[in-house]
Structure formats: C-alpha cells, structure tokens
C-alpha cells in the first residue's frame, strides 16, 4: 500500500508515473530505509520540509547500489504527483538550493517541452555551489547551471533515462517557444552603443584634422612632400631588390639542400636494398645447405640400413648354411676311409667315435660282455669292465 501511486494521479506520457524509474531502482529505493521511515505518509505540504533537509543530491552509490535521499524524494513526488504551481515554486525557490533542484528534475521527467525550456532555462543564471554523490560514493562539486545544462542536453542523469524532448530550434520554428532573451542583453546593447558613439566621435575628430591640414597647405610643403614621397619610393626598390637578391639566394640554399638530402635518401634506399638482397642471398644460401645437409644425411642413412640389411643377410645364410652343414653332418651314412689325404678331416670325429665307444663298453672283445654293456647303456647303467 505505501508503494501504491495515488489514484488520483494522472499517467505520464501514456503510463504510471513511478514507471518512469526503472524497475531496478524502483525496487532499491522501495528497500531503502530512508524510504520506509522518511518518505512514508509525506504530502505535498510535508514533502517541502524534508526537501528543505537536503545536502546533496544524486542517483545511486556503493557497492549495492543504494539510492540518496534525493532520489527518494523524486520517486515520493512521482507518487503522489503534486500540483504544478507547487513545482514551480520549488523551481522559484531562491533560498533553497536543493528544494530548486529538486523541483526542476520532477518537471523535466513530467512537464511537456514548452514547460521545461520556460521554467528551466532562468535557472542558468544561478552559479550556486552544490554537492553531489558519485556512484563510487565520493562527492563532487557542481553548481546549479551545470545540473541545468545537463537536464537539458543529456538523455540520462541521477541513474535514470530522462524522456526525450525536441529541440529549441525546432520548438522556435512551429512557433509554439519564443527565441531566447539572456539576461545580459542589455548591458550587450549599451556596451554597442557605447563603441558606436566612439566610433563617430573619432572619425568626426579625423575629418576635422583634415580639413586644418588641407586648409593650411603651402607650395613649400608640397615639395617637401614630394621629396620625402621620392625617398621613400627609392628606399622601398632598395629594400626590394636586396629582398629578392636573398630571396634567390635562399631559394638556391634550399635547393641545395634538397639535393643533398634526396641524394642521402637514394643512399639509404639502396643501401637498404642492398641489405636486404644480402639477406635474401644468405637465407638461400642457409637452405640450400640445410637441403645438402639432409641430403647426406638421407643418403648416409640409406647406406648405413643397406649395409646392416646385407650383414643380416649375411648372417643369416651363414648360420643357415651352418645348420644346414650340421644337420647334413647327423644324417650323413658315408663310409668311412682309412686311406688318402682327405681322411685328415674325419679323424678327430673317428677318434671321439672311438673314445664314445670305448666308454661305452660296447666295444669289448667279449661279445657277452659288450652286450651287457649295451644293456647297461640302454638303462643308463656303469658298462662292465
């Protein structure tokens, strides 16, 4: 109930006219506890005396945001929408600073065009001091044409978005606004009539003398007026031919110098170009060795697997031909020979066959014995002796 718009009050620009805070701020300043305690049950009788209170003004501060007095009682006035003639003596109001601010920012978010220029524009005129809250929560100093100018010109102040208004000019041109009258007009005008005054007095005073020197005129000064004219006139060709003699002379410096300094322009430009020719040689250089280098490399490489690949190779057939030379040598039946000189080789094999037989016994000259040997053998017995 106590945030409820009085039901007697007519909508803004086609809406309520708390809606013309946003819902943000609306809900934070219903929250606020200046709200709950100051602002509850205020008229438009009472609300001159809390607005006579005031010591700064501003929209929201700190960390949560929280509103100022001053944005509490705007939001109080756009509840319970007091008379115009009440808002206009807030705005006329010379003794209260803030009871003069705060009736000018309700009539900027609720008056029409006409109103606002009329009533706002006299208000350039006060260059009191005034304090306002940042958002950061520091204070800053500012004075009354300053809030003013900004209501006036600027689609947002105090945290909130001020309704759009037309501009003087066009106002003006439908003829619905008067121009402009400044307060300082008429000093401007004497301050006009004053130069013009001077301005006549001194070319009376000029025709004046004119006329005395015209009037007092003699043959002798004529010459001596033609004389000084005629020396003058040499003098000035003087002046002007030693001009234009430096002239040329400075124009010749200067292109001498430009010369110069296009020469040492072409120096630095090849120079340059050179450098980077010379780079360019020596990065090409550098891969054409890096290619060489990875070339050797590859083919070193190539090699090195080759010549490993033929060792295996070799390798392997040699211990396959030796496998193959063993397993020939245990299956082969061949007799043997006793006689020739190839029997050179096979004598360390007779002589461990010899060995192999004479430990196992089987050889004995008694057959009987042999065998039993034999036997012995087969059990993986001791043979007989």
Not at 164 to 190: A, N
Request: proline letters at 4%.
């Amino acid at each position: 109930m106590a945030n409820r718009t009085d039901p007697a009050a007519k909508s803004i620009r086609g809406t309520n006219p708390q809606n013309l805070v946003e819902k943000i701020l609306r809900s934070k300043i219903y929250q606020n506890t200046y709200w709950k305690e100051q602002c509850f049950g205020l008229t438009a009788e009472t609300l001159v005396d809390k607005a006579m209170e005031l010591d700064h003004l501003g929209g929201t501060h700190g960390g949560n945001r929280k509103p100022t007095p001053f944005m509490c009682l705007v939001m109080k006035m756009l509840q319970i929408q007091p008379e115009k003639e009440i808002v206009i003596e807030f705005i006329k109001n010379d003794d209260y600073k803030y009871v003069r601010i705060l009736g000018a920012f309700y009539l900027r978010l609720t008056g029409t065009d006409v109103d606002v220029y009329r009533y706002l524009e006299p208000l350039y005129n006060d260059y009191r001091k005034l304090r306002q809250k940042l958002p950061e929560g520091r204070f800053s100093l500012t004075h009354v044409d300053e809030v003013i100018d900004e209501l006036l010109t600027k689609d947002y102040s105090c945290d909130i978005a001020l309704p759009r208004i037309k501009k003087r000019w066009t106002l003006e041109s439908i003829g619905t606004l008067e121009p402009r009258q400044s307060v300082l007009e008429d000093d401007f005008e004497e301050e006009e009539e004053k130069e013009e005054n001077d301005q006549l007095d001194n070319f009376e005073d000029g025709a004046r003398e004119k006329q005395d020197y015209y009037r007092g005129r003699s043959p002798v000064r004529e010459r001596d007026r033609d004389r000084r004219r005629d020396r003058d006139r040499y003098r000035d060709r003087d002046y002007d031919r030693d001009y234009d003699r430096d002239r040329g002379r400075g124009r010749e410096r200067d292109r001498d110098r430009e010369r110069d300094r296009d020469r040492d322009r072409d120096r630095d430009r090849y120079r340059l170009r050179d450098e980077k020719e010379y780079g360019r040689d020596r990065e090409r250089e550098r891969e054409w060795e890096g290619r060489e280098r990875e070339r050797r490399d590859r083919d070193r490489g190539r090699r090195r697997s080759h010549s490993r690949s033929r060792s295996r190779s070799r390798d392997r057939k040699d211990h396959e031909s030796g496998e193959h030379r063993k397993r020939h040598a245990r299956s082969s039946t061949s007799p043997r020979r006793r006689d020739g000189p190839e029997d050179t080789r096979e004598e360390p094999k007779k002589k461990k066959v010899r060995k192999e037989k004479k430990d196992d016994g089987t050889d004995h000259p008694d057959p009987e014995i042999a065998a039993a040997n034999k036997l012995r053998a087969s059990l993986g017995l001791k043979p007989l002796k």
